[in-house]
């Protein structure tokens, strides 16, 4: 299996008019009455994909860990007061599901959509379904993404997030085309492994060769517990956003030879995914 | 590849907090009583509610998340090492907005500085884990109103690749003024209180609070246990909160399910239709139906559950699949509640008297907002 094509892009709590206006840099489709988050996201999916080839059949893996923040406050405020009305729109922007049915409007694909979360580890969950699914052959390629939108507009945000560093959150979309095809790939996945604790970890880290290293901000909490070489770590951005991991994985990309990227979450289950370019 | 089987399972809703007093006020209900049992019973509004009483929103969502699991393992007789194998899978549309929502009143009527409880839905992920001491990060998959039944078909295949031994699914939507407003913003909430999906004189929807699960898993524990035999999903790219009118993609899921199962309407017990009660939906779905009887020149019975629950929304997977299988050890599969008058052009009527089996080969049909066809083909006949 095969990374065909990524996109990456962080930028410091844009407005959804903002990300409309950088929309229409690749699209000529409108979309009215859409939340930011969804916006986001189909920006970033478009990116990915812009003059690339696809499938029409793609499957769309959408992983967020906070979901539609910015537009859930706007609904909590109109059913905080008892005679305001919900906006159908406002109602169907904070139905995480629905970012995936936008943007294969925008894609123009037939393939099926799922939105997943999976606290500390989004994005991770939803790269092993469609890997899982490409795997089993149920699909030839899928497009996985991690979006999040900045909350440094919340009071006391750190309180309610996992934030390890504290740093400063940002928006972020992140897309990888996954496929069965090696032609013009980007790198090939080996594998993608999972752990339930540190001890199963380290035994595989001990079988593995590498050049280069990436870690999520729980794993670089570990590193004198896990069995890496640390000279082989790269720095990462400090940028901070839900689903940074995937940020963390398309910067690993940039580097060549045998790399490998470890995620933890608060209880030390592992994701290891081992990409050869 | 191994084959998965519903080993145990729960359900809390409207008729009841358990499986069996549910299955028990079920079968007291028909046309002429339907109104007393669930008409505005949830403060003026028309809604199936929960019969329980709890200090706040967040007590009531972990309250009953967590009577929930504890039933279904009970049912599952799992021991706690098996319980440790358990991966988990949590459908919703809504998961805890009612607990922001109650927070975010506190804020704006100037009694809390804080805006929100949670920012995030994968802290329910975490608590399920701790619960049950899963090995496994949760996931949490949000598909509309196929949220759990999609949670089943990735579970199933999970445990057919032998990836995973045995999973977890909950479905939970409890009841909240974002998405009750929501649906009453896009007109599809029925005044009159009477839910009758498929018939013409149907004016919309009535939501439903639950909490259901299942326990998937790769030895059939006894004769009475559902084996998943078939899965789906398709996507219908027609609009975000409405089916293709021509039925085209549920037929097409329907037809590929059944073409995975080597079967034909025939050896089915019955369809259980989605039948939310919606205008747009309910004539797709008729029309999907029909085409596939029409296809197959074969017919089955057509089951519709959503007037004994409510339209659960992305917890019907699981409430509703509970809640057939549960009817079915009973000896029956269900009439059709309140239905009167089809649409002209449909040929087939829902199920109007209760059906005896002793056992089902049942395809469950689940459809949802943003295009989502998931079809699920379940069997104790085996």
Known sequence: MYISTTFHATFQNKTTKEYKQLLKEVTQKQFRRVSKFNIMAIYGALRALENKQYDTNINIYTASEYGCIEDMNTVLMQVSKTDEIVMPFDFLNINGNNVGFLISEALNTLGNNFYITAEDVSFEKAFELAYFDISIDKIDEALVGAVDESLDYIQDINSLIKNPEHQKTYDGTTWFQLSKESKNALAKIESLETFTNLEELNNFLNTLQYDYLSLNLFAKNKLNTLKIDPSKVISQSEQFFGTYSAMYINNLLNYNGKLLHISLDENNRAYLFYFTK | ?382
């Open chain 2, 1 to 382: 590849m191994k084959q998965v089987y519903i080993t145990g399972s729960s359900l809390v809703c409207a008729l009841g907090n358990d499986k069996f007093q549910s299955i028990q006020t079920a079968k007291k209900i028909d046309n002429t009583n339907y109104k007393d049992f669930f008409q505005d019973n949830h403060n003026g509004f028309n809604f199936f509610k929960i019969n329980q009483t709890f200090q706040n929103e967040k007590e009531k969502f972990y309250t009953i998340l967590k009577d929930t699991i504890s039933q279904a393992i009970e049912d599952a007789n799992l021991s706690q090492e098996e319980q440790k194998e358990l991966h988990i899978f949590i459908g919703s549309t809504s998961m805890s907005i009612s607990i922001n929502e109650e927070q975010s009143q506190l804020y704006y009527n100037n009694q809390s500085t804080k805006m929100l409880e949670e920012v995030g839905y994968g802290n329910i992920g975490t608590f399920v884990e701790n619960l049950v001491d899963s090995k496994y990060k949760a996931t949490i998959l949000q598909t509309a109103c196929t949220s759990t039944a999609n949670s089943i078909s990735y579970a199933t295949e999970l445990i057919q690749a032998n990836k995973i031994k045995r999973a977890l699914i909950i479905g939970l939507e409890l009841f909240n003024k974002s998405t009750y407003k929501g649906f009453e913003s896009l007109m599809l909430l029925s005044k009159n209180g009477i839910y009758k999906p498929f018939d013409k004189e149907s004016d919309g929807l009535i939501l439903g609070e639950t909490c259901s699960a299942v326990v998937l898993d790769s030895a059939k524990k006894d004769n009475t246990c559902f084996e998943v035999i078939a899965t789906n999903t398709s996507f219908d790219n027609h609009s975000i909160t409405g089916s293709n009118p021509s039925g085209e993609t549920t037929c097409n899921s329907m037809q590929k399910a059944l073409k995975k199962a080597y079967l034909t309407p025939k050896d089915l017990t019955c369809i259980k239709a989605h039948a939310t009660g919606s205008e747009n939906s309910n004539l797709s779905e008729a029309k999907a139906l029909d085409t596939l009887f029409k296809t197959y020149n074969e017919t089955t019975d057509v089951v519709i559950l959503k007037p004994f629950l409510g339209h659960t929304l992305g917890a019907c997977g699981t409430s509703e699949i509970v809640l057939l299988c549960e009817f079915i050890k009973e000896g029956f599969i269900p009439k059709t509640l309140n239905y009167q008058n089809g649409y002209e052009d449909i040929s087939f009527k829902p199920l109007l008297a209760n059906k005896p089996v002793s056992n089902a080969t049942i395809l469950f049909q689940f459809i949802g907002f943003g295009g989502s066809n998931t079809t699920l083909i379940l069997s104790n006949k085996g």
